[in-house]
């Protein structure tokens, strides 16, 4: 469905009560309800009587949630589906890890399975949005109430800035969502996650990681000969001495260079974990 520039949304922006200042940690119960209405329009509804193709969907994402939280039921009510259960569970839950639990998983079956539904679902299942769509107006939503979250390269990201986010973070993800690029990504993924969760050590050193997976994949594709225990510093130098950067540029990289060699080595000598370069684990959906 569309997005309308309502009224009220437009006088809140005169009276300057929309404010360019994100928070992370609560969720408005406004913004649940939209959420809900997004993952209901983008699954779909079932056409006929006795179809649950559905159905199906939300007891995989129900039974997902509740094995991963150690539970059986997300909500112990009598009568309720599966459906019900999962959306009135995030309805009801004030925890925002809980919240962009369900979210996430809902958009990333949204994106990799209902986008890519095969014949049967689509001829049995009434669509209102497709996976894009849905996508879009989920980060809209975000942005609407001030929530520095967005569903990026098929993840849940946290937004300190919205012109880093636009400028470098989702620059970053649209390289790494490459093939060539799969460790990386997991990597970087990975360290976003920890920076999520306050774990600044951790985060650091998947960003390192991450950035010698991209330095390594650059060489192998290149043809410039490395080593896989060879660090940053010395990757940095056979990008830069194969001419990576232009030559008549340099000069101007001089100050990055010393930046990236003095500054990457120091940290990754305190920090042990080497880049996988192009290989990565198998993750769920992604």
């Avoid at 939209?34 to 649950?52: F, P, R, T």
């Avoid at 995030?90 to 990333?108: A, H, P, R, V, W």
């Avoid at 991209?214 to 940053?232: A, M, R, Y």
Wanted: charged share 25%; net charge positive.
């Amino acid at each position: 469905m569309p997005i309308f520039d309502l009224y009220s949304k437009r006088q809140k922006r005169l009276r300057g009560e929309v404010s360019d200042v994100l928070t992370y940690d609560k969720i408005p119960q406004s913004l649940k309800v939209q959420i809900v209405h997004i993952i209901s329009d983008a699954i779909g509804e079932d056409k006929y009587l006795g179809v649950h193709e559905t159905s199906k969907v939300y007891e995989f994402l129900h039974n997902t949630i509740a094995r991963e939280y150690g539970v059986f039921q997300l909500r112990e009510v009598y009568g309720e589906e599966y459906k019900e259960k999962l959306l009135n569970f995030l309805l009801g839950t004030n925890k925002t890890d809980e919240i962009l639990d369900i979210t996430e998983l809902s958009f990333k079956y949204i994106n990799n399975i209902i986008r890519n539904s095969n014949y049967n679902y689509r001829e049995n299942v009434i669509i209102k949005i497709n996976a894009d769509d849905a996508i879009h107006e989920l980060n809209v939503r975000f942005k609407e109430n001030g929530i520095g979250y967005s569903f990026t390269n098929n993840n849940i990201i946290r937004i300190d800035s919205t012109y880093a986010h636009s400028e470098i973070t989702k620059p970053s993800l649209s390289l790494l969502s490459n093939k060539k690029f799969q460790g990386a990504n997991d990597e970087y993924l990975s360290a976003h996650e920890y920076y999520k969760n306050g774990k600044n050590k951790e985060c650091l050193n998947d960003c390192l990681k991450s950035f010698e997976s991209t330095l390594k994949v650059i060489c192998k594709e290149k043809g410039w000969e490395f080593n896989q225990t060879d660090t940053s510093k010395k990757l940095i130098q056979i990008c830069f001495q194969n001419g990576l950067v232009p030559t008549f540029t340099q000069n101007q990289f001089t100050s990055l260079q010393n930046l990236l060699e003095s500054g990457i080595p120091t940290i990754r000598n305190k920090l042990v974990g080497m880049g996988k370069g192009k290989y990565r684990k198998k993750l769920m959906m992604k």
